[in-house]
C-alpha cells in the first residue's frame, strides 16, 4: 500500500522560511518523480514543483529563486525548502507520486500541509 504523509506546514511572517517533508513508502521511492501542489483556500490544485528521480528539478515562476525541492532516497522523502514566503503562498500543499500531470489524477497523495503567512 502507498503511503505519502507531509508535515513541517505553519504559521510563519512574511520574508520567513519553512521546510515541507514528504515521506512515502510502498512503491520504489528512488525510481519515482515526486511533485508538490498547492492550494489556496477557494482555488483549485496548482503544480508549484517537481523533482525526478536524477534529481532534476522545476519550478512554477512564482516560487523559482524562493523555494527549493531535494530528495533523500536513503530516508524516502523528499523537501520542499521555501524561502521569502509571502502571503500569497499560503495554501495546503500536498505532495503526489508523479510527474506534474499527477496532479489532475488519482495518484497518490498525502493528506497535506497548511502553509500560513501571516503577520
Known amino acids: 500500500e502507498v503511503q505519502v504523509v507531509e508535515s513541517g506546514g505553519g504559521l510563519v511572517q512574511p520574508g520567513g522560511s519553512l521546510r515541507l517533508s514528504c515521506r512515502a513508502s510502498?512503491?520504489?521511492?528512488?525510481?519515482?518523480?515526486i511533485t508538490w501542489a498547492r492550494q489556496a483556500q477557494g482555488n483549485g490544485l496548482k503544480w508549484v514543483s517537481t523533482?525526478?528521480?536524477?534529481?532534476?528539478?522545476d519550478y512554477t515562476d512564482s516560487v523559482k529563486g524562493r523555494f527549493t525541492i531535494s530528495r533523500d532516497n536513503a530516508k524516502n522523502t523528499v523537501y520542499l525548502q521555501m524561502n521569502s514566503l509571502k502571503p500569497e503562498d499560503s495554501a495546503v500543499y500536498y505532495c503526489?507520486?508523479?510527474?506534474?500531470?499527477?496532479?489532475?489524477?488519482?495518484?497518490?497523495r498525502g493528506q497535506g500541509t497548511q502553509v500560513t503567512v501571516s503577520t
Open positions: 523533482i525526478n528521480s536524477n534529481s532534476n528539478t
Open positions: 510502498g512503491f520504489t521511492f528512488a525510481n519515482s518523480v
Open positions: 503526489i507520486i508523479g510527474p506534474r500531470v499527477a496532479i489532475v489524477t488519482m495518484a497518490p
